[in-house]
């Protein structure tokens, strides 16, 4: 094998080492790791649904999602950051408990 290539593979292997889903201990990867339920009672993560009945688990971002705790922020908790608003959940239901509405969407901070 050419000399030349020996560190642009090192470089690659590396590369695709370190990408925030393969080390466990992202917020990236400890994210996509949690069930519903440690995802809406993270501070770090965030409860997404990307079609109905459907919901992902990812790393918070922006100073709206950071710190806002699905499971426990409010509207004056959220909107008390400045730039921030909340968006009520429309028949969301937390998997540890019995509702009558269930399937829609979580609670959300968002960037105003």
Same mark, same amino acid.
């Given at each position: 094998?050419?000399?030349?290539? +020996?560190?642009?593979?090192?470089?690659?292997?590396?590369?695709?080492?370190?990408?925030?889903?393969?080390?466990?201990?992202?917020?990236?990867?400890?994210?996509?790791?949690?069930? !519903?339920?440690?995802? +809406?009672?993270?501070?770090?993560?965030?409860?997404?649904?990307?079609?109905?009945?459907?919901?992902?688990?990812? !790393?918070?971002?922006?100073? =709206? !999602? +950071?710190?806002?705790?699905?499971?426990?922020?409010?509207?004056?908790? =959220?909107?008390?950051?400045?730039?921030?608003?909340?968006?009520?959940?429309?028949?969301?239901?937390?998997?540890?408990? %019995?509702? %009558?509405? #269930? #399937?829609?969407?979580?609670?959300? =901070?968002? !960037?105003?």
């Amino acid at each position: 094998m050419p000399t030349i290539l +020996i560190p642009i593979l090192a470089a690659f292997a590396l590369a695709c080492s370190s990408s925030p889903t393969s080390n466990p201990d992202t917020p990236a990867a400890r994210c996509a790791q949690a069930s !519903e339920l440690a995802c +809406i009672n993270s501070a770090e993560c965030t409860l997404v649904q990307p079609a109905p009945g459907t919901y992902f688990c990812r !790393e918070a971002v922006g100073h =709206c !999602e +950071i710190g806002f705790v699905q499971n426990q922020g409010t509207k004056q908790t =959220c909107e008390a950051e400045p730039g921030c608003a909340y968006v009520t959940p429309d028949c969301y239901c937390p998997p540890d408990v %019995v509702c %009558v509405c #269930g #399937g829609g969407p979580p609670p959300q =901070c968002v !960037e105003a």
